[in-house]
C-alpha cells in the first residue's frame, strides 16, 4: 500500500473514531491540524524530516518520495481559498510527489480546546495547479520615497481555491484525490469520481504596479499547453461514503 493511502485511511479512521484536534494555546492558530496530522503520520510508523514554519511541504518523508502539507480550514468561515505566502501549489517538489491535506473543523470557542474534524480531503497538488516549473522568488529595489532610501519588498502572496470550492461531493467526508495514473493498492479504497481539470487559453507571465495610480496591469501570453486534460480519480474509504460521487464544480468567477 502506498503511504498516501496509509496517511489517509488514517486520517479517516482517527476522524470516524472521533480523535480530536487539540489546540495547545488560545493564539495557537496554525498548528493544532498540523499536529493532528503528524499523529496519524506516527500511527502509520512512517519518519519523517521535522517540520518547521518555512519547510516545504509541512511533512517530508524519510522513506518515501513524498511529502504533505497542512492547511486547516475553520468551519464555517473561509474555506473556499487560502492564503499561500511564499509558495504556489504543486504536484512535485525537490523530486517528492507533494499532496495537500485540507481539513475542516469547527470554529474555535472561548474555553473550548478540543475539537473534531468536519471533513477532509487529500489531494495531489498537482489538483490545485499543474505547473511544476515556476520558482517563487521575493525580490526588492531601493530608492522609493522622497529621500530615495525607502526599500520596496514585492512579496508575492497567491491564493489558492481548495478542493472544497473545487469538488462537489466533499462535504462531511473523507476523500482522497489522487491522478487518474496513480496506482491505488489498497483494497479498502473505492473509486467514487472522475474529475478533469483543463489548461487555459493564456497564462499569467508578468505583471505592473502604478505606484502613483495604485493600478496593477497584468500580461498574458499563450499558453503552451492549452487544452491540455490533467485526470483525477477521488476514492473513499469502503462503506464510509463510498456511495455519494464527488464530480468538479464550474470554473470559479
Known amino acids: ?25 488560545a493564539s495557537d492558530k496554525e498548528y493544532h491540524f498540523q499536529n493532528w496530522v503528524g499523529e496519524r503520520i506516527e500511527a502509520c510508523r512512517l519518519a519523517y524530516d521535522e517540520p518547521g514554519r518555512n519547510t516545504y511541504p509541512d511533512f ?19 474555506e473556499a481559498d487560502y492564503d499561500s505566502n511564499s509558495q504556489v501549489p504543486t504536484g512535485n517538489h525537490n523530486g517528492r510527489e507533494v499532496f495537500y491535506v485540507f481539513g475542516r473543523y469547527p470554529k474555535a470557542e472561548r474555553g473550548v480546546d478540543e475539537y473534531p474534524v468536519v471533513d477532509l480531503v487529500v489531494c495531489h497538488g498537482s489538483f490545485l495547479n499543474a505547473d511544476t516549473d515556476y520558482i517563487h522568488k521575493n525580490k526588492s529595489f531601493r530608492g522609493f520615497g522622497s529621500y530615495g532610501d525607502i526599500l520596496v519588498r514585492d512579496r508575492k502572496m497567491y491564493v489558492v481555491p481548495t478542493p472544497f470550492a473545487l469538488a462537489a461531493g466533499t462535504a462531511g ?40 495610480t495604485n493600478e496593477m496591469v497584468t500580461h498574458k501570453e499563450p499558453n503552451p499547453n492549452a487544452g491540455t486534460v490533467h485526470q483525477f480519480r477521488a476514492y473513499r474509504s469502503r462503506g464510509a461514503g463510498d456511495t455519494k460521487t464527488v464530480t468538479l464544480k464550474g470554473p470559479r468567477s
Open 60 to 78: 517530508r518523508l524519510v522513506n518515501h518520495p513524498e511529502g504533505y502539507e497542512v492547511k486547516g480550514l475553520e468551519f464555517p468561515g473561509r
Open 1 to 25: 500500500m502506498g503511504a498516501v493511502e496509509r496517511v489517509f485511511l488514517e486520517c479517516e479512521r482517527a476522524r470516524a473514531d472521533g480523535d480530536l484536534i487539540q489546540r495547545v494555546s
Open 173 to 212: 467526508l473523507a476523500t482522497l484525490i489522487a491522478p487518474a495514473d496513480y496506482q491505488v493498492l489498497s483494497s479498502e479504497l473505492v473509486q467514487v469520481g472522475e474529475l478533469d481539470r483543463v489548461e487555459v487559453d493564456d497564462v499569467l507571465v508578468s505583471y505592473e504596479f502604478n505606484m502613483q
